[in-house]
Nanobody, 120 residues
Framework: QVQLVESGGGLVQAGGSLRLSCAASGSIFSINAMGWYRQAPGRQRELVATITGGIINYADPVKGRFTISRDNAKNTVSLQMNSLKPEDTAVYYC???????????????WGQGTQVTVSS
């Protein structure tokens, strides 16, 4: 059993900041990558930021405003979101590509999602 648990969402005014955190727990053998995706109403889920080893990837709309970080020892990933805009409003999902102790392959795992609402 593997779980990803997010925290840190909420309501903030435009220009404000929020920090999201995600902890992976359970029967984890190894983690290849961790990241954040978001889904706004009526839209498809989209990548926000990922970190794979030492390689970080950001979606263009968040570059310069969001910062992703990972603690490999604790199996956590965080997303610092600054200069938030109303268009950042979405449910944010934590993602991990990991191999559990019950598998020889790595698979995608998702958190339950946390709501981020940015008011204008």
């Amino acid at each position: 059993q593997v779980q990803l648990v997010e925290s840190g969402g909420g309501l903030v005014q435009a220009g404000g900041s929020l920090r999201l955190s995600c902890a992976a727990s359970g029967s984890i053998f190894s983690i290849n990558a961790m990241g954040w995706y978001r889904q706004a109403p009526g839209r498809q889920r989209e990548l926000v930021a990922t970190i794979t080893g030492g390689i970080i990837n950001y979606a263009d709309p968040v570059k310069g405003r969001f910062t992703i970080s990972r603690d490999n020892a604790k199996n956590t990933v965080s997303l610092q979101m600054n200069s938030l805009k109303p268009e950042d409003t979405a449910v944010y999902y934590c993602n991990a590509v990991l191999r559990s102790t019950m598998s020889v392959s790595a698979y995608n795992y998702w958190g339950q999602g946390t709501q981020v609402t940015v008011s204008s």
